[in-house]
């Protein structure tokens, strides 16, 4: 079907988008790699199927499959800075990830599209801090090409990062058309402003990347983001369980999480894939 189903099918399996003004001599998006697809059961604008689509890379100011990689100095430090140095805790440059393709149907959202080919692009925001996402969206033209551009606020002006909590790590955004919520799966930080240096062995890279306690929040527009509770998480931070994804079974959210056990070499290197199910998720709205 041409339109929405078409436009968001070719976003998720990681085709050719054009960056817009932004893109400038750097040229399209070229994929090269996919993660997964995650697709729901129908193409409708009320239950919408959302996937994990190509990584992306910021290298000389073209997007291309990988990890961000800046050009400039992300070393440099203000005058009188004290750096902690911690072996084996580096921090890359700052940039953006994992992004999850979704749509805006509520027609009283302030980015909502009647149309129906504008679709919005949320990513981990890699920055060593907390609680932030990468916001980009992509408009289907008419003559079938896309183009990809920042959003704007309210004032006109352009943003780049939105409010999102366990924004810092990969996340799984999924769209519910009973309660018209979007429902977010990520991981909790709860010490952050740890110093690296300090940070016991077990805990794995800087201190924002803490992957042993899996969150569930909703939101109705993508924004503002309720707390729902606490799906699953382990006593040690090495024993992992992030990095997740979920579908909904009837009246269930059914999870899959990448997880580890004490015999895991590390929080990111897990030894298990484990089963959560949240029965009744939607009496969690409040």
Not at 38 to 43: C, H, M, N
Not at 55 to 75: C, E, N
Not at 123 to 135: D, I, K, N, S, V
Not at 234 to 251: C, H, L, N, Q, V
């Amino acid at each position: 079907m041409r339109g929405r189903g078409a436009a968001l099918g070719a976003i998720g399996l990681g085709l050719a988008l054009g960056l817009g003004e932004a893109a400038g001599a750097g040229g399209p998006i070229r994929p090269l790699a996919q993660e997964h697809v995650v697709v729901g059961e129908s193409p409708s604008p009320a239950d919408m199927p959302l996937y994990s689509p190509t990584i992306l890379r910021l290298d000389d100011h073209r997007l291309v499959a990988g990890y961000t990689r800046a050009t400039k100095d992300t070393k440099r430090q203000g005058p009188g800075a004290e750096v902690a140095k911690a072996p084996r805790r580096t921090m890359s440059p700052i940039g953006w990830v994992e992004p999850a393709v979704v749509q805006i149907v509520d027609p009283d959202h302030g980015w909502h599209d009647p149309s129906g080919r504008t679709f919005h692009l949320l990513a981990r925001a890699h920055t060593g801090g907390t609680g932030l996402a990468c916001l980009t969206k992509v408009v289907e033209n008419a003559d079938g090409s896309m183009t990809m551009s920042l959003e704007r606020a309210p004032s006109g002006k352009t943003m780049l990062y939105v409010p999102m909590p366990g924004g810092q790590m990969r996340f799984h955004v999924l769209y519910d058309a009973r309660t018209r919520l979007y429902w977010l799966l990520g991981s909790q930080a709860t010490d952050s402003m740890r110093r690296p240096d300090r940070l016991p062995a077990e805990r794995y890279d800087l201190p924002n990347n803490e992957r042993h306690r899996l969150v569930l929040h909703f939101s109705r527009n993508l924004i503002d983001w309720c707390f729902a509770g606490l799906v699953a998480k382990t006593e040690s931070p090495k024993e992992a369980r992030s990095y997740a994804s979920m579908d909904i079974d009837g009246d269930d959210l059914v999870i899959l999480s990448r997880s580890g056990d004490a015999r895991a070499k590390s929080a990111h290197d897990g030894n298990l894939i484990t089963f959560h199910r949240v029965r009744n998720f939607r009496t969690l709205v409040y």
